[in-house]
């Protein structure tokens, strides 16, 4: 049976990308021990994954702060 798609995967897009973010990390360190400055192309990926990261869970905020002012007081 398929799975219904989430209609808010602002959230789920968020772990991903803090997973992606702290992986990158890693790399970055990893890379940086054993002497390379490849680490610098890690640590870029880690800033954009980070601002992702950011991105939907201010723009997730935002929609529930919507919905909230939306929905009628009876």
């Known amino acids: 049976m398929p799975s219904v798609p989430s209609s808010r995967p ?30 610098i192309v890690w640590i870029l990926m880690a800033g954009i994954s980070s601002n992702m990261a950011w991105f939907y869970v201010r723009r997730d905020r935002m929609a529930r702060a919507t919905e909230g002012e939306a929905a009628p007081t009876a």
């Open 10 to 39: 602002a959230p789920r897009l968020a772990v991903f990308a803090v997973v992606v973010c702290v992986l990158a990390v890693a790399a970055a360190v990893v890379s940086f021990v054993q002497g390379s400055w490849l680490g």
